[in-house]
């Protein structure tokens, strides 16, 4: 039963391995043999395989249509300067002939087109009856419980209202953002049933703290079904749900997409970075994901037309992201992930550009002062993330809750004290970097609902010496011109990379 979405596969060899593909997949098989070639598809494929030398033919269209991280080439062809070259561009690996079974068998599925990520709102989960203790919702920042749960054994505490479905022959990725007490045990419960009857019961999981430190993975056969979510606890005091992450699973090829990449600080919060090396050359182009409520990247075909190399970061906390802030743990990881790169191209701060639009303006600002790059390309910017949950209020009543659920997980509460800790967060920061060598390139909007003085206040706090700030203000509320503020975006970016790096875009 062919169920998953049609794989774009070219393999360049001698002999056709089409028989070793998994038969539970729908697959667009492009052989070339350099004799009797088939027909090649136009569209990108979704994993490459080089079994021998390619021709400067291939070499073009591997290039042009092979993704990165889904090229795969045999051993023997490491001393080969054309697939060294692809290799490095495209980011792939050398495999040995005899896993070919693994990567075309059990592997095939995960090369599908589209990744896809949620996370479960704290307005789908219930509290068990009979827990007699206290109940806290706090927003969508988590449900917090403080009291006696199993003594002996493990009772039901936490469930879901709604159930995840699962495709046949998919696997699911389940990551749990939760804390307690040490005295209290949880367990996670996983229930499959068939669709459509909630009586048949395929399959029932349990996993403990121990499987919890990493991602679950729930595999599924050739059944349509539901998943349900239970969290069973024992022990007394006080345990903390905040999220559930279901994710299309990817094995080891990266999350969400091949290549994708997850860091995980101590308190279970998630960044996600993916990085693309393009030519190799000048500069670093980094770009913070704005508000999204699917998990996983955002500006991949927009920075892949700028053939440069690129780094993009996601946060799937809260609702659709937390702004990029956290613990120091979480915050040094950002950091980490940039400079990972930057070492690896051997670039220094002069040779990076650092964006984002909205949510991601915040990111790429607060992140800013930690690299100090040549430019920070930002649209629709946010600074005072506080002024931003003050305006739910009255300004924009019922237009961005996710605001006041950011200041309550930042600075710990509601109140003006809160909202002043919260605006000082950036402003601090800020106003201890020289700026000198950084160029700002702000495109905002003159009536912004969220922070109508953000680009002002930039102005304001930019008293190094030598500062260069490009702005353009467009009319209207945070939400009401997104296209004009993103097509100004892309052409200073191009006029950037074109004047100011040499590059032809």
Same mark, same amino acid.
């Given at each position: 039963m062919n169920v998953l979405s049609d794989i774009n596969v070219l393999q360049i060899g001698d002999i056709n391995r089409i028989d070793m593909a998994d038969r539970n997949v729908d697959v667009i098989w492009n052989f070339l043999d350099g004799v009797?070639?088939?027909?090649?598809?136009?569209?990108?494929?979704?994993?490459v395989l080089i079994e021998r030398e390619p021709d400067r033919e291939e070499f073009d269209l591997i290039f042009r249509q092979g993704r990165p991280y889904t090229v795969f080439a045999f051993k023997d062809l490491q001393t080969s300067p054309f697939v060294a070259?692809?290799?490095?561009?495209?980011?792939?690996?050398?495999?040995?002939?005899d896993k070919l079974p693994?990567?075309?068998?059990?592997?095939?599925?995960?090369?599908?087109?589209?990744?896809?990520?949620?996370?479960?709102?704290?307005?789908?989960?219930s509290v068990a009856q009979g827990f007699k203790g206290e109940v806290y919702w706090n927003g969508n920042v988590d449900i917090t419980l403080i009291g006696h749960y199993g003594v002996d054994d493990y009772e039901q505490i936490l469930f879901?209202?709604?159930?995840?479905?699962?495709?046949?022959?998919?696997?699911?990725?389940?990551?749990?953002?939760?804390?307690?007490?040490?005295?209290?045990?949880?367990?996670?419960?996983?229930?499959?049933?068939?669709?459509?009857?909630?009586?048949?019961?395929?399959?029932?999981?349990?996993?403990?703290?121990?499987?919890?430190?990493?991602?679950?993975?729930?595999?599924?056969?050739?059944?349509?079904?539901?998943?349900?979510?239970?969290?069973?606890?024992?022990?007394?005091?006080?345990?903390?749900?905040?999220a559930f992450h279901n994710r299309y699973s990817r094995d080891d090829l990266g999350i969400f997409i091949p290549g994708g990449e997850r860091i995980v600080s101590e308190d279970r919060e998630e960044i996600f970075g993916y990085f693309e090396p393009g030519d190799l050359k000048p500069p670093l182009c980094v770009y913070f994901a704005g508000y999204r409520t699917m998990e996983g990247f955002e500006g991949i075909n927009m920075m892949r037309e700028m053939k440069c190399p690129f780094l993009l970061l996601s946060d799937a906390r809260l609702e659709g992201g937390s702004f990029y802030i956290g613990?120091?743990?979480?915050?040094? &990881? !950002?950091? #980490?992930?940039? @400079?990972?790169?930057?070492?690896?191209?051997?670039?220094?701060?002069?040779? +990076?550009?650092?964006?984002g639009v909205s949510m991601g303006s915040f990111g790429?600002?607060?992140?800013?002062?930690?690299?100090?790059?040549?430019?920070?390309?930002?649209?629709?910017?946010?600074?005072?993330?506080? &002024? !931003?949950? #003050?305006?739910? @209020?009255?300004?924009?009543?019922?237009?961005?809750?996710?605001?006041?659920? +950011?200041?309550?997980?930042?600075?710990?509460?509601?109140?003006?004290?809160?909202?002043?800790?919260l605006n000082d967060r950036f402003w601090d920061k800020f106003d201890n970097v020289r700026w000198n060598d950084t160029q700002f390139i702000v495109s905002y909007m003159i009536e912004d609902d969220y922070d109508s003085r953000s680009y002002s206040d930039l102005l304001g706090h930019?008293?190094?010496?030598?500062?260069?700030?490009?702005?353009?203000?467009?009319?209207?509320?945070?939400?009401?011109?997104?296209?004009?503020i993103i097509g100004w975006f892309i052409s200073r970016l191009k006029k950037l990379l074109s004047e100011d790096f040499g590059r032809n875009v």
């Open positions: 009797n070639d088939t027909n090649v598809s136009n569209e990108d494929f979704d994993l070259e692809l290799m490095k561009v495209k980011c792939g690996r050398y495999i040995e002939e693994e990567l075309l068998g059990k592997k095939l599925k995960f090369f599908f087109k589209k990744g896809y990520g949620d996370s479960l709102s704290n307005d789908h989960m879901s209202r709604v159930n995840y479905p699962i495709e046949p022959f998919r696997r699911l990725e389940f990551w749990l953002e939760y804390d307690k007490d040490p005295e209290v045990e949880i367990i996670l419960k996983l229930v499959e049933f068939r669709a459509g009857y909630e009586d048949d019961v395929l399959l029932t999981r349990i996993y403990d703290e121990e499987d919890l430190k990493e991602m679950i993975a729930f595999n599924n056969g050739g059944d349509k079904g539901v998943i349900f979510l239970g969290i069973m606890a024992k022990g007394t005091g006080r345990l903390t749900f905040r613990s120091d743990e979480y915050e040094n &990881n !950002v950091v #980490s992930l940039i @400079r990972k790169y930057m070492s690896r191209l051997g670039f220094d701060p002069s040779q +990076v550009i650092i964006s790429a600002l607060y992140y800013g002062c930690d690299i100090m790059p040549y430019a920070i390309l930002v649209g629709k910017p946010l600074t005072s993330l506080g &002024n !931003v949950a #003050s305006n739910e @209020r009255i300004l924009r009543p019922g237009g961005f809750p996710t605001s006041l659920d +950011v200041l309550l997980k930042s600075s710990g509460g509601l109140d003006e004290d809160s909202i002043k800790r930019l008293h190094s010496v030598g500062v260069t700030v490009y702005g353009k203000g467009i009319h209207g509320r945070h939400n009401d011109n997104t296209p004009m």
